[in-house]
């Protein structure tokens, strides 16, 4: 995890966006210890406020959830909200600009599957 602080997004942000990275690829589990805020603080150079900050915007939103007597950790479902909601958002948003784009061009429908499915091929090769 790392923070680009050239970034026109918050450093907060960048930091939840990583631990939610980090759940989705598996480094964090349901029920594992989430990193602390002055861990992060320490290994981002960044002010222990805005690692909690992070934090916190994981714990509104069910992610992250305090464990009696110990630090932050992964909450149940915490994936499946992840993925739901970047699946919403982000590819939405793509999905969206896509289209508009292919509108313009005059594409068809078909032609704009045809087209992912060719460059999700082509990616498919490369992972």
């Known amino acids: 995890m790392k923070v680009d602080f050239g970034s026109i997004k918050p450093a907060y942000i960048q930091i939840a966006e990583g631990i939610e990275d980090n759940i989705i690829s598996g480094k964090l589990k349901t029920g ?3 990193y602390s ?14 690692a909690a900050k992070g934090i916190n915007v994981l714990v509104s939103k069910g992610i992250l959830e305090k464990q009696r007597g110990a630090s932050m950790a992964v909450a149940p479902g915490a994936l499946e909200r992840i993925v ?7 590819i939405g948003d793509l999905l969206s600009e896509l289209i508009s784009e292919a509108g313009k061009l005059n594409l068809s429908e078909n032609d704009v599957v045809d087209e992912v499915r060719k460059r999700y091929r082509s990616m498919e090769e490369i992972i």
């Open 84 to 90: 739901a909601e970047r699946r919403e958002k982000n």
């Open 32 to 34: 594992d210890c989430a």
């Open 37 to 50: 805020q002055l861990i992060i603080a320490r290994e981002l150079n960044v002010n222990p406020a805005t």
